[in-house]
């Protein structure tokens, strides 16, 4: 059944491409569709909470559409750590865009991922991937610092900051300035978009010079409201991906993709595994926490004690 879902979604079946995100978010991807994908230019939009960013992929969802291009949208909502319930209305703030059969809007909750993308997002991606989707936009939850995973699944990392944040302090203490490819100060008709600007541009040229030849993040200005300089990121976004396929960047950045990939998988079946084996033996660790509690063991100790028990 996977791999009849597979053609069915590649052939353009939104209904086959929704069933695979599914299953990829069940922990269920369909592993003959990885070696379909590698194609699509993936975007991550990043940013703190409340800088508009949502309101900026819509509008460059819109714009990409204008060109031909179509546009895949993985919006990661955050999720109650309690219930594991998400908010999902990015699907009904982009509603004007779901009846174009070129734009493919598709909502997960983080599930307490940390990084702000959740551990299937980048299945789902896959999906999008080998659909033939062309821009594939990854929007995280905007949780400050932890938005370091972005730039570990993205060709370009797009960072959204509102207007008034300061002197820019703020960007290099959450580390944005680091993993920006490019710069967004969003609702530009305020009058501290343009202060904002000036401080971002200011804290980048504080950093080391480029070396010839390297891309330097533009800090470009948009009010998705008004429609003004959507149509500049979406250039600044595209002519990232070109430097980065005419200088050979690109497959350094696909291989440190890969990486994290592999370790992410990694890290989540010794966390099952973990998970399993403390179901089994939990007297065993029951014991193990009351001795650290009093102190008569360290907590090194009591996890080696605790990985060697089978």
Sequence with gaps: MPNDLVSQA?????????????????????RALYGHAGRAHIAGVTGVPGSGKSTLVRALAGQARQRGLRVGVVAIDPSSPFSGGAILGDRIRMADLSTDDGVFIRSMASRGAMGGLSAAAL??????????????????????????????????????????MGDGVQAIKSGILEIADVHVVSKADKPEAQRTVSDLKEALSLGEHPAAGAWTPP????????????GEVLDAILAHYAWLQSSAQLAVRVRAIAGRRLLKVVEDQVRNRLDLQQARAGDHVAQLVDRVARHELHPLQAAAEFLTND
Excluded: K, W, Y
């Design 123 to 164: 299945d789902v991606v896959d999906v999008l991937d080998a659909a033939g989707f062309d821009l594939i936009m990854i929007e995280t939850v905007g949780v400050g610092q932890d938005e370091i995973d972005i730039a570990r699944a993205a060709h370009t990392v797009c960072v959204v900051s509102a207007p008034g």
């Design 219 to 230: 800090v470009l200005a948009s009010s998705a409201d008004q429609g003004s300089g959507i």
């Design 10 to 30: 590649m052939a353009g079946n939104a209904r086959a491409i929704a069933r695979l995100m599914t299953l990829a978010e069940r922990g269920q991807p369909a």
